[in-house]
C-alpha cells in the first residue's frame, strides 16, 4: 500500500486525520479507540463537511466546550466584495496559537453554506472520563507532561513511539525559534489536547493502513500574518518555519495559514519523499476538510494505492543519481565506479556523451535505493570533479530472485533464479562459473552448461 499526500492548501493535523480517516473500511474500530483514550473533556466529532462541491469529512476537536482555532490577520485588500465585515487595517482577535488545527474564521459570509448534512459517518463521542493529567481549564501543559499522557495511553507501541516522535519535532522547533529548553515548552490546554487527539489520530491510522510508502507534493504554507500569543507573525508561523526545513514549500496568493505546526510535524515525520506524484494507480481518495472558506476548495487529499501481496515483491522505486564529467582520467573514474558500487549501488555504468565546445565526455550513473541514495550522492560529489549530480526518480517491474547451488562435475556453482509475471528466468554466478573453469582447465562455456543441465 502507498499513500500520495496533495498539499496544495497546505496541511493541519484534523484535515490529515480527517483525509486518512475516509481511507477505513472499518472506520467504527478507528472511533472506538479513540474513545477509549479517556482524555480529559475531550470531544471528538466527525462530520460531512462540503468545500466548493467536494464533499469530506471534518474532525471537530472540543474540549469542554471549547475548540483551537488560527485566526489569519487580513488587511483591507484581501477583503472580498461579500464579507460583512469593515476592514479598517486587521482584524483583531483574541488569539493564542500554540499547535492549532483547526481552520476556522470568526467571521461570516453572505456565501457560506451550512454542510452539516446526515451521513453514516457523523458521530460524537464523549471522552468525560477520569485522567491522572486532568488539569484545570486555564493550567495547560508543561511538554514533559504531554510525553506522559502520551506514554500512559492504551496503544500499540508504535503508535506511542510515532506520537512521542512527531511531538518531539514541535517541541525542538518551539525552543529554537523562542530560546530555552524542551522542558520549558507550555501549551495551553485546547491547544496541546487538541494536538494530542490530531497526532493520535494520525499515527493510529497509519498504523491501522500500514502503508509501505508515503509521499507528498510540496506543501503549500499562505501567506501573510497570523495572529499568535506573541502578536502577528509571518506565515508560515516560526515554529512551522523551523519544522519545514529541507522541505520543498511555496507560497502563492492565497492570504491566510494553510500549514501548521501539527501538520508540519505530521508530513516531516511520516512522509518519505515530497515532490510530484510518481506513476500511481490509486483505489480510494480521502478528502480531510478544514473550516475557513479560501477562493480553492480547503481540503487535503491522500490517494490510497493497493497491490496484491503476492505482487509486492515485484514492483518498486529506484533512484539514479548522475554526473557529467569532461576533466577526471579513466583510472580516476574508474576508482569512483568501485567506491559507488562498495557502497551498497545496485548498479553502476558510465556512457560517453559529447558536452559543450564538442568536448567528449562521461556521464556517470548509479541506482539505488531511498535509503542510500543521499550517501551515494555524497560520495559522487566527493570522489569525481563534478560541482553538482542529478536524481531521477524510477518506477520498475521487477522479478523475484533466489540464489540456489547445484552441483556439477566441476565443482558447486551457485544459480540465480528469476520469477514473476509468468516469467522463469535462471543463470549461473559467473564467478563460480569462471573459477572452476579455471581450475579444470576447460572452456568457459563448459562449466556454464554443466551447471545449467544440473539445474533441471
Not at 496533495?6 to 472506520?27: I, P, W
Not at 512521542?164 to 522547533?173: E, T
Not at 515532490?275 to 490509486?282: F, K, P, Q, V
Not at 562459473?433 to 556454464?448: C, E, N, Q, S
Request: with cysteine; net charge negative; glycine share 6%.
Amino acid at each position: 500500500m502507498k499513500l500520495y499526500f496533495e498539499c496544495s492548501m497546505g496541511a493541519a493535523g484534523d484535515m490529515l486525520m480527517a483525509a486518512l480517516y475516509e481511507l477505513l473500511d472499518n472506520k467504527d474500530e478507528f472511533r472506538e479507540k479513540m474513545e477509549s483514550l479517556g482524555l480529559p473533556r475531550v470531544t471528538i466529532e466527525y462530520n460531512a463537511s462540503e468545500k466548493m462541491g467536494i464533499v469530506g469529512t471534518h474532525i471537530r476537536v472540543k474540549v469542554g466546550d471549547k475548540a483551537e482555532t488560527s485566526e489569519d490577520a487580513i488587511p483591507h485588500s484581501h477583503n472580498h466584495d461579500d464579507d460583512d465585515h469593515d476592514h479598517d487595517h486587521y482584524h483583531d482577535h483574541d488569539h493564542e496559537h500554540n499547535h492549532d488545527d483547526n481552520h476556522d474564521h470568526d467571521h461570516e459570509h453572505d456565501h457560506e453554506h451550512d454542510h452539516d448534512h446526515d451521513h453514516d459517518h457523523d458521530h460524537e463521542h464523549d471522552h468525560d472520563h477520569d485522567h491522572d493529567h486532568d488539569h484545570d481549564h486555564d493550567h495547560g501543559f508543561e511538554f514533559e507532561e504531554i510525553l506522559d499522557i502520551i506514554s500512559g495511553l492504551d496503544l500499540p507501541d508504535k503508535v506511542i513511539d510515532d506520537a512521542l516522535a512527531v511531538f518531539n519535532i514541535i517541541a525542538q522547533a518551539e525552543t529554537r525559534v523562542h530560546g530555552g529548553t524542551m522542558a520549558s515548552v507550555h501549551l495551553h490546554e485546547v491547544g496541546s489536547l487538541d494536538a494530542i487527539v490530531d497526532i493520535i489520530g494520525v499515527c493510529l491510522l497509519i498504523d491501522m493502513l500500514r502503508p509501505t510508502e508515503i509521499t507528498a507534493s510540496a506543501i503549500h504554507v499562505g501567506s501573510g500574518l497570523v495572529r499568535c500569543d506573541h502578536g502577528l507573525l509571518p506565515v508560515p508561523a516560526p515554529a512551522t518555519a523551523e519544522i519545514l526545513r529541507g522541505v520543498p514549500i511555496y507560497g502563492g496568493q492565497i492570504w491566510g495559514e494553510l500549514c501548521t505546526p501539527t501538520g508540519a510535524a505530521l508530513l516531516r515525520h511520516f512522509v518519505n519523499r515530497f515532490g510530484t506524484m510518481e506513476l500511481i494507480s490509486y483505489s480510494k481518495i480521502g478528502y480531510g476538510m478544514g473550516t475557513k472558506d479560501f477562493e480553492a476548495a480547503n481540503c487535503i487529499r491522500v490517494f490510497l494505492e493497493e497491490y496484491d501481496e503476492a505482487e509486492n515483491d515485484n514492483t518498486d522505486t529506484v533512484y539514479e543519481i548522475s554526473c557529467n564529467l569532461d576533466d577526471m582520467t579513466p583510472e580516476a573514474i574508474g576508482a569512483a565506479f568501485n567506491i559507488l558500487l562498495e557502497n551498497g549501488a545496485l548498479d553502476v555504468y558510465a556512457s560517453p556523451i559529447t558536452m559543450k565546445k564538442n568536448r567528449p565526455a562521461t556521464m556517470l550513473s548509479c541506482l539505488c535505493s531511498l535509503e542510500q541514495m543521499n550517501t551515494l550522492s555524497l560520495l559522487m560529489l566527493q570522489h569525481t570533479s563534478t560541482l553538482g549530480v542529478r536524481i531521477t526518480v524510477y518506477s520498475r517491474m521487477i522479478l523475484s530472485r533466489v540464489i540456489e547451488t547445484v552441483t556439477t562435475r566441476y565443482g558447486d556453482i551457485r544459480i540465480k533464479l528469476a520469477d514473476g509475471y509468468g516469467i522463469n528466468k535462471c543463470k549461473p554466478e559467473y564467478d563460480d562459473v569462471l573459477a572452476a573453469a579455471t581450475l579444470h582447465g576447460v572452456p568457459f562455456i563448459t562449466v556454464y552448461n554443466a551447471a545449467m543441465e544440473a539445474n533441471i
